[in-house]
């Protein structure tokens, strides 16, 4: 097996906490999950408790439970692929990193903003995940429709987006196209550890993975 013409292998997962051996990007959400605030505060209490370049915390959420005002206009921007799935999930969630200042709140490390951002959104997914829940990350959306629509000021971009709910039982996908349902039971695999970690020199695999 290969990706982008580098040799994969399947999932070991023996070695990683529950948390993330059973993480997966799901596509297919139990439509009857409802998220309450309690869940979802703590979902962000994650976020908020990340770290971060000098305490900047240069992150913003945009945050939409289905059947709400601001799910549905957020689902008015997704892409035609990324509708057909994401509405089912109990929330979709748009991510923002700061890249300016402003008046109200300096940033002295906007270099790092969106790497802080996606560690921020790392420990949404392990908090998620701790709770039963699954999240799944896109980017398949209009960007500038959504910063738009929410009014979003121009020192802010908006980022990617999040599916966050609970995954659907085992014929979940019977309304879901083929071509989705295909793509959702993909075995998982990853590059082995010695195509990216290296020593001495990048390209020379680190001499401890023997």
Known sequence: MTAGGRP????QPG???PLLRDRESVFV??????????ALRAILEAARWSP???NSQPWGFLVGLRGDDTHAAMVETL??????WAPSASAVIFTLHQVATDEDHEIAYSDYAMFDLGQAVAHITVQARSMGMQVRQFGGFDHRAA?????????WAVTTGIAL????GPDGDAEMPEWLRARARLPRSRLP???FVHSGKFGHAADFLG
Do not use: C
């Open 52 to 54: 971060s370049a000098g």
């Open 165 to 168: 709910g609970l995954p659907a």
């Open 8 to 11: 994969v292998e399947p999932a």
């Open 15 to 17: 070695v990683l906490t």
């Open 193 to 195: 550890l010695e195509a």
């Open 29 to 38: 959400y139990d439509r009857g999950h409802v998220l309450g605030p309690e």
């Open 79 to 84: 892409s035609s692929a990324n509708r057909v």
């Open 147 to 155: 910063a738009e629509r929410f009014a979003v000021p121009p020192h």
